[in-house]
């Protein structure tokens, strides 16, 4: 399901899953990782609540314990099948990374920050319906959207339209899977 952030996650400047341990033994003490959540153990010592989150990128699965400080700070950000970004200390011990987050955020909302638009690509025969129903649902945001249309008679044609919608990557993933869609590009 990250594949469709892969842009936002080079913006963010995150570390992939399979990269930890090389960065730890490099030397770096904290990265930003993102992933979706899996599963969430919560734990008591002595009257201060933790936890132990799963978590997943495309590279493989990684843990990440969350102290009472910012366990408490992004507990309702720790839902299995959120997509977060967390920041966190790394260090390396025997052939593992341990990671411990300082913080976490919600990478949906991140992403939709850091989208400007998107080119949507399709024949004059594709029909609009589902994309209209998809850009209302969103409503209105900072995203430009540009239709490139294929048409037999006058070739390619743009289309910028007026009004700005809140994009996300999942967004841009619905769209692009819509039947008649030949691409979809960040703007």
Do not use: W
Request: with cysteine; glycine share 8%.
């Amino acid at each position: 399901p990250l594949e469709a952030y892969r842009s936002v996650l080079e913006s963010l400047n995150t570390t992939a899953c399979a990269q930890f341990l090389e960065h730890a033994n490099e030397g770096l003490s904290s990265i930003s990782v993102a992933g979706v959540v899996l599963s969430v153990q919560e734990r008591d010592s002595n009257g201060r609540r933790f936890a132990f989150v799963q978590l997943s990128d495309p590279s493989g699965s990684f843990e990440v314990v969350f102290f009472q400080e910012a366990y408490s700070s992004a507990r309702e950000l720790l839902e299995p099948g959120r997509f977060l970004l967390v920041h966190a200390n790394i260090r390396a011990e025997g052939e593992t990374a341990k990671l411990t987050a300082q913080g976490a955020d919600d990478l949906e909302l991140r992403a939709v920050g850091r989208m400007k638009g998107l080119e949507i690509h399709f024949s004059e025969s594709t029909p609009l319906a589902p994309l209209r129903s998809i850009l209302e649902r969103q409503g209105a945001g900072a995203g430009q959207i540009r239709f490139v249309v294929q048409t037999p008679q006058r070739g390619q044609v743009e289309v910028g339209l007026g009004e700005r919608y809140a994009l996300s990557p999942a967004v841009r993933a619905e769209i692009d899977a819509l039947p008649g869609i030949m691409a979809v590009r960040d703007l």
